[in-house]
């Protein structure tokens, strides 16, 4: 009886240490201390050591099972478009949740772009701020292509990128993995990233080289089948849950492309968190190949709200969203990095340009996108400023290029950079009149909808009818007698715009290949303070109270 209560003895002296442990210490402390030992009783505590030792291992199981026993929630963001000041907030929910649930957060695109910081900085305050935040996944949106490929590269380095439609044409070899696995607790989750192949379209200027070869392609008619693929490929890596993180959209689009066709082309997936339409969707169901429902949601844009997808113990998925002005807390590392780059930007943009006595509208009151289904001050502001600097005939700009109301009140740089945040340059090219008139003709196409193509204009002037979308009493202004005279289709005109819609990324890529006359490097902000600045000497006055009646829409 000598050896067992060693054993025990010995067991109380090292019961620090883990169980098995424990055990075979304490089986050595015994050993050494008695001197005989029949072949029965060593073979009663070899058993005894080891069934201590499957109890110690059901024991560390438990443990584990309790630690993973919790929920899982997965926080996503889309089309911030630069609103900076709100990741602290998004980080600190991601805070004040993560010792209930195993959480993290992922974006659905468009954040490069879209104001001021990410404007002057091409992206780099927008990384600076991101990385501090600390993504488990992120896909691309049509404006992470804004700066083209070598800029995007470089700002994506060291993110969790994915993509599936995002090839190399030359190497054939896709520039992003598809996707990524992530383990939440005992729970493996895999995101699957999509970006809307008509950013093909949009962001041309990104996929080709100067000679026009297409260096890149999004696959817009494997969209649905590399998506598939993908999420195959991660439930055969042990994915329990697999989402894809889209920035394709609710509309429907010339590719076939948009979030719900996806889904009902897919099976194998649970959740699209969608992106790219603005729409502020809290959760829907959309019914896959198999008849099955998928979740899917939209936040809206810049940070309106932060998309919450809760998985219960249970497995069970919903969706909500979050009020970022309801959210009491920030993390204090990305508070931190976002004063930092905020500092910086707030040297230029800060700055008093002059004043304007109303508000420039962009968005109405109702947060509408009016500028894209109508005429509006600040897109005739906009107009003017090419017009006056190109000494072309018209000027045009597409009303997506427009972004954000301006008050009334004190004028700031970074006002107008808010304003026109893209960094186009201006070219004047050479089109005949019946060119112009197919252009207005199709940029009015979706009306009543809003279209980021809608036409802000100025040195001409027509009428639309919204409910047969045609185009009619179209006039240019005689710049020698101001007055407006009706446009003539085989006249040539000289014609301004940016060469984002020049290269085919706008205007239904109408202008592309066209006869460039001139070309300039100044951007669309760089035209509008020059023209407040210098030509309404700081006062943006009563001309500019509404809008100017150059386009008359009727029902």
Partial sequence: MRFPFLFLCGSQLFKGLNIPLCCLVSLIFAE???????KNQLLSICLVFCGLVVTGCKTTQHLNKSNSDKNIVILFDNDVHCALESYPKLAGLRDAIKDTAFVGIVSNGDYLQGGTMGAISKGKYVTEVMKTVGYDAL?????????????????????PVVNANLQDNKTKNFVFSPYIVKTYGNKKIAFIGAT????????????VDEKGNELYTLNPDRLSQLVQDAANSARAAGADYVIVLSHLGEEPTEFNSDSHTLIRNTTNIDAVLDGHTHAV??????????GKPVLIAQTGTKFANVGKLFINKEGKMSISLVPIAGID?????????????NAQCRTFTEKVLGKNAADLLVQDINSV??????????????CDAILDYSKADIAMINGGGIRTTIPTGELTYGDVMDLVPYDDKMVVVR????KIKELLTACIQSLPLADGDFPQVAGISFEVDGTRHTVSNVEVMNKQTKVYEPIVDD???????QDYTFSGGGFKGLLKNGEVVATDPKTASDLVVRYVRDVLKGDIGQDYMRPKGRITIKY
């Fill in 196 to 207: 809307t192949p008509t950013t093909r379209v949009t962001e041309e200027y990104a996929f």
């Fill in 431 to 434: 089109v005949t009149g019946k």
């Fill in 329 to 341: 807390r920030e993390n204090a590392a990305v508070r931190k990095a976002y004063d930092v780059v």
């Fill in 491 to 497: 006249r040539t005109y000289l014609l301004a715009v």
């Fill in 281 to 290: 969707i809290p959760g829907d169901t959309v019914h896959n190949k198999q």
């Fill in 139 to 159: 896909t691309l949106g049509n404006h992470e292509f804004d700066y083209k490929m070598p800029r995007l590269l470089e700002l994506m380095k060291g993110f």
């Fill in 369 to 382: 996108n009016v500028i894209r289904i109508s005429e509006t001050n600040a897109g005739d502001l906009v």
């Fill in 32 to 38: 050494k201390t008695t001197f005989r030992m029949r």
